[in-house]
């Protein structure tokens, strides 16, 4: 008989991304805190609207909220920032590619951060792999 393996569950996606958190530098940590996380199983109808996709396979994660170095500039905060993680389409991303679900966790949840900070693509680059200061100010 053959033994059924079920997909991660949305709680189990969400303690791969605490672990993948707690792996990025502390200087970074330390600076989202009050981000909230959400583990959903696709993203809502409103996202795929606002970033114009087609499929909700399109998308792994999210921000929402205002940058960091445009929160003083943006007057009382509004709704809380918040960085979903998509738990289908990054299941079929690490079907589709093979990597080790943990990296690829670690790898959305390290994108949508730097979102929070303003970050470009390379800056963000640099911290997954290298976990180096990307030389930005972050104050």
Same mark, same amino acid.
């Given at each position: 008989?053959?033994?059924?393996?079920?997909?991660?569950?949305?709680?189990?996606?969400?303690?791969?991304?605490?672990?993948?958190?707690?792996?990025?530098?502390?200087?970074?940590?330390?600076?989202?805190?009050?981000?909230?996380?959400?583990?959903?199983?696709?993203?809502?109808?409103?996202? #795929?609207?606002?970033?114009?996709?087609?499929?909700?396979?399109?998308?792994?994660?999210?921000?929402?909220?205002?940058?960091?170095?445009?929160?003083?500039?943006?007057?009382?905060?509004?709704? #809380?920032?918040?960085?979903? #993680?998509?738990?289908?389409?990054? #299941?079929?991303?690490?079907?589709?590619?093979?990597?080790?679900?943990?990296?690829?966790?670690?790898?959305?949840?390290?994108?949508?951060?730097?979102?929070?900070f303003g970050f470009s693509d390379a800056d963000?680059?640099?911290?997954?792999?290298?976990?180096?200061?990307?030389?930005?100010?972050?104050?």
């Amino acid at each position: 008989m053959t033994e059924t393996i079920l997909p991660p569950s949305l709680d189990q996606i969400e303690i791969m991304a605490r672990d993948a958190m707690a792996s990025i530098p502390e200087i970074l940590r330390a600076k989202t805190q009050g981000i909230a996380f959400s583990i959903e199983e696709f993203p809502s109808d409103e996202i #795929l609207r606002e970033m114009g996709l087609e499929s909700p396979f399109d998308i792994l994660g999210f921000y929402s909220g205002v940058p960091f170095g445009e929160k003083e500039l943006a007057g009382p905060p509004g709704d #809380l920032d918040r960085i979903y #993680l998509y738990r289908r389409p990054i #299941l079929d991303y690490w079907c589709e590619t093979g990597e080790e679900l943990a990296h690829v966790v670690r790898h959305v949840l390290v994108h949508e951060i730097g979102h929070h900070f303003g970050f470009s693509d390379a800056d963000m680059e640099r911290i997954e792999t290298a976990g180096v200061d990307t030389g930005r100010e972050t104050e």
